[in-house]
Protein backbone atom coordinates (compact mmCIF):
# COMPACT_ATOMS: atom_id res chain seq x y z
CA UNK A 1 0.00 0.00 0.00
CA UNK A 2 1.53 3.58 -0.86
CA UNK A 3 1.68 5.97 2.14
CA UNK A 4 -0.55 8.88 1.44
CA UNK A 5 0.95 12.34 1.00
CA UNK A 6 -0.79 15.54 1.90
CA UNK A 7 -0.04 18.75 -0.36
CA UNK A 8 1.45 21.48 1.22
CA UNK A 9 -1.58 24.26 1.99
CA UNK A 10 -0.67 27.26 -0.56
CA UNK A 11 1.28 30.18 0.52
CA UNK A 12 -1.37 33.20 1.51
CA UNK A 13 0.99 35.65 -0.04
CA UNK A 14 1.00 38.90 -2.64
CA UNK A 15 2.82 41.96 -3.57
CA UNK A 16 1.46 44.84 -4.88
CA UNK A 17 3.14 47.83 -6.63
CA UNK A 18 1.19 50.52 -6.53
CA UNK A 19 2.30 54.03 -8.88
CA UNK A 20 0.63 57.46 -8.99
CA UNK A 21 1.92 60.82 -9.60
CA UNK A 22 2.03 61.08 -5.71
CA UNK A 23 3.15 58.11 -4.37
CA UNK A 24 5.23 54.57 -5.24
CA UNK A 25 4.10 52.18 -3.11
CA UNK A 26 5.74 47.94 -2.82
CA UNK A 27 4.30 45.78 -0.27
CA UNK A 28 4.31 42.55 0.28
CA UNK A 29 2.36 40.75 3.04
CA UNK A 30 2.35 36.88 4.27
CA UNK A 31 -0.31 36.10 5.93
CA UNK A 32 1.06 32.82 7.56
CA UNK A 33 3.87 34.81 9.02
CA UNK A 34 6.03 35.04 12.02
CA UNK A 35 4.92 38.69 12.99
CA UNK A 36 7.95 40.66 10.95
CA UNK A 37 7.67 43.75 9.49
CA UNK A 38 10.39 45.81 7.38
CA UNK A 39 8.42 48.94 6.92
CA UNK A 40 9.51 52.68 5.64
CA UNK A 41 7.11 54.51 4.66
CA UNK A 42 8.64 57.51 5.60
CA UNK A 43 6.02 58.70 7.89
CA UNK A 44 7.33 57.85 11.18
CA UNK A 45 4.66 57.37 13.65
CA UNK A 46 2.47 55.47 11.17
CA UNK A 47 5.50 53.36 10.33
CA UNK A 48 4.91 51.97 14.30
CA UNK A 49 1.54 51.67 13.21
CA UNK A 50 2.04 48.80 10.78
CA UNK A 51 4.56 47.11 13.12
CA UNK A 52 2.14 46.50 15.32
CA UNK A 53 -0.53 46.03 12.89
CA UNK A 54 2.10 42.94 12.01
CA UNK A 55 3.38 41.98 15.05
CA UNK A 56 0.35 41.54 16.57
CA UNK A 57 -1.64 39.82 13.12
CA UNK A 58 1.36 37.51 13.08
CA UNK A 59 1.65 38.91 9.50
CA UNK A 60 5.13 39.48 7.50
CA UNK A 61 5.26 42.39 6.22
CA UNK A 62 7.39 44.87 4.02
CA UNK A 63 6.44 47.88 2.65
CA UNK A 64 8.53 50.71 1.07
CA UNK A 65 6.96 54.25 0.04
CA UNK A 66 8.00 57.24 -1.61
CA UNK A 67 5.55 60.14 -1.52
CA UNK A 68 4.94 63.94 -1.57
CA UNK A 69 5.64 64.08 1.96
CA UNK A 70 6.75 68.19 1.22
CA UNK A 71 3.38 68.01 1.16
CA UNK A 72 1.97 66.11 3.98
CA UNK A 73 1.50 62.42 5.11
CA UNK A 74 -1.73 62.23 3.44
CA UNK A 75 -1.30 60.60 0.21
CA UNK A 76 1.15 58.42 1.33
CA UNK A 77 -0.68 57.12 4.74
CA UNK A 78 -3.91 56.52 2.23
CA UNK A 79 -1.72 54.97 -0.47
CA UNK A 80 -0.32 52.25 1.75
CA UNK A 81 -3.86 51.60 3.14
CA UNK A 82 -4.99 50.85 -0.25
CA UNK A 83 -2.15 48.77 -1.24
CA UNK A 84 -2.36 47.16 1.91
CA UNK A 85 -5.72 46.06 1.78
CA UNK A 86 -5.79 44.91 -1.79
CA UNK A 87 -2.63 42.56 -1.47
CA UNK A 88 -4.99 41.32 1.86
CA UNK A 89 -7.68 40.35 -1.03
CA UNK A 90 -5.29 38.88 -2.77
CA UNK A 91 -3.53 36.78 -0.44
CA UNK A 92 -6.82 35.46 0.62
CA UNK A 93 -7.95 34.26 -2.32
CA UNK A 94 -11.63 32.84 -2.57
CA UNK A 95 -11.68 32.86 1.35
CA UNK A 96 -12.37 29.27 1.72
CA UNK A 97 -12.02 27.65 4.80
CA UNK A 98 -11.28 31.10 6.57
CA UNK A 99 -13.20 32.11 9.80
CA UNK A 100 -14.41 35.32 8.35
CA UNK A 101 -14.94 37.23 11.04
CA UNK A 102 -12.72 38.76 13.86
CA UNK A 103 -13.18 40.74 17.03
CA UNK A 104 -10.81 41.95 19.98
CA UNK A 105 -11.01 44.30 22.82
CA UNK A 106 -7.44 45.90 23.60
CA UNK A 107 -7.11 48.19 26.50
CA UNK A 108 -3.86 50.21 26.72
CA UNK A 109 -3.25 52.43 29.85
CA UNK A 110 -6.38 54.72 30.08
CA UNK A 111 -7.93 53.86 26.54
CA UNK A 112 -10.68 50.79 25.42
CA UNK A 113 -10.21 49.72 22.25
CA UNK A 114 -13.04 47.54 20.47
CA UNK A 115 -12.64 46.29 16.47
CA UNK A 116 -14.91 43.48 15.00
CA UNK A 117 -14.46 42.98 11.34
CA UNK A 118 -15.66 40.50 8.44
CA UNK A 119 -14.27 39.88 5.37
CA UNK A 120 -17.25 39.84 3.25
CA UNK A 121 -16.17 41.28 0.02
CA UNK A 122 -18.38 43.96 0.92
CA UNK A 123 -16.91 47.37 2.25
CA UNK A 124 -17.88 49.08 5.02
CA UNK A 125 -16.57 51.21 7.48
CA UNK A 126 -17.84 52.62 11.35
CA UNK A 127 -15.39 54.81 13.53
CA UNK A 128 -16.58 56.21 16.59
CA UNK A 129 -13.84 57.71 18.17
CA UNK A 130 -12.68 60.80 19.44
CA UNK A 131 -8.56 61.86 19.77
CA UNK A 132 -7.94 64.80 22.27
CA UNK A 133 -4.91 66.49 20.17
CA UNK A 134 -4.99 66.74 16.04
CA UNK A 135 -1.14 65.69 16.33
CA UNK A 136 0.81 62.73 17.55
CA UNK A 137 4.03 64.64 16.97
CA UNK A 138 4.27 65.34 13.56
CA UNK A 139 1.47 62.84 12.84
CA UNK A 140 -2.58 64.29 11.72
CA UNK A 141 -4.64 62.20 14.07
CA UNK A 142 -7.34 62.71 11.34
CA UNK A 143 -5.06 59.98 9.15
CA UNK A 144 -5.95 57.25 11.22
CA UNK A 145 -9.50 56.96 9.77
CA UNK A 146 -8.18 57.66 6.46
CA UNK A 147 -6.19 54.73 6.62
CA UNK A 148 -8.71 52.14 8.13
CA UNK A 149 -11.01 53.62 5.56
CA UNK A 150 -8.85 53.06 2.37
CA UNK A 151 -7.78 49.39 4.04
CA UNK A 152 -11.32 48.45 4.36
CA UNK A 153 -12.11 49.37 0.76
CA UNK A 154 -9.66 47.44 -0.72
CA UNK A 155 -9.88 44.64 1.57
CA UNK A 156 -13.75 44.63 0.85
CA UNK A 157 -14.42 44.09 4.46
CA UNK A 158 -16.83 45.28 7.06
CA UNK A 159 -14.68 47.35 9.82
CA UNK A 160 -16.12 48.81 12.80
CA UNK A 161 -14.21 50.77 15.73
CA UNK A 162 -15.58 51.51 18.68
CA UNK A 163 -13.33 53.70 21.44
CA UNK A 164 -15.74 54.23 24.13
CA UNK A 165 -12.92 56.12 26.27
CA UNK A 166 -9.88 57.27 26.03
CA UNK A 167 -7.48 60.64 26.92
CA UNK A 168 -3.79 59.96 25.00
CA UNK A 169 -4.08 60.01 21.20
CA UNK A 170 -1.16 57.97 21.24
CA UNK A 171 -2.86 55.44 23.21
CA UNK A 172 -5.73 55.65 20.82
CA UNK A 173 -4.08 55.07 17.68
CA UNK A 174 -1.95 52.55 19.23
CA UNK A 175 -4.81 50.11 20.92
CA UNK A 176 -6.81 50.43 17.29
CA UNK A 177 -4.10 49.18 15.54
CA UNK A 178 -3.77 46.44 17.49
CA UNK A 179 -7.46 45.64 18.12
CA UNK A 180 -7.57 45.73 13.85
CA UNK A 181 -4.02 43.04 14.50
CA UNK A 182 -6.36 40.84 16.61
CA UNK A 183 -9.83 40.93 14.94
CA UNK A 184 -7.46 40.44 11.38
CA UNK A 185 -5.83 37.56 12.52
CA UNK A 186 -8.82 35.64 14.00
CA UNK A 187 -10.88 36.33 10.77
CA UNK A 188 -7.88 34.84 8.23
CA UNK A 189 -6.91 31.84 10.67
CA UNK A 190 -8.19 28.48 9.15
CA UNK A 191 -11.40 27.00 10.30
CA UNK A 192 -10.85 23.65 11.36
CA UNK A 193 -14.50 22.45 11.71
CA UNK A 194 -14.96 23.58 7.60
CA UNK A 195 -12.78 23.96 4.39
CA UNK A 196 -15.93 25.63 2.84
CA UNK A 197 -16.14 29.12 1.90
CA UNK A 198 -17.80 30.52 4.94
CA UNK A 199 -21.08 31.97 3.25
CA UNK A 200 -24.70 30.21 2.34
CA UNK A 201 -24.27 32.46 -0.93
CA UNK A 202 -21.15 29.85 -1.57
CA UNK A 203 -18.96 33.07 -2.50
CA UNK A 204 -17.47 36.06 -0.61
Same mark, same amino acid.
Given at each position: ???????? !??? $????? /???T *???? +??L !??????S? $??D???????F???????? *?? &????????????? /? +???H????D??????????? %?? &??? $?????Y???????????A?? %???L????A??????F???? +?????VE?????? $?????????N?????????????? %?E %????????????????????S?I?S??G??
Amino acid at each position: MTPSSTQP !APA $REASV /HRKT *RETD +IKL !AINLDGSG $RADVNTGVGFFDHMLHHLA *RH &GMFDLTVTARGDL /H +IDGHHTVEDVALALGTAMDQ %AL &GDK $RGICRYGWASVPMEDVLANV %ALDLSGRPAFVFNATFPTPK +IGEFDVELISEAL $RSLANTAKMNLHVNVPYGNNSHHI %AE %AVFKALAKSLRQAVTMDSKSSDIPSTKGIL
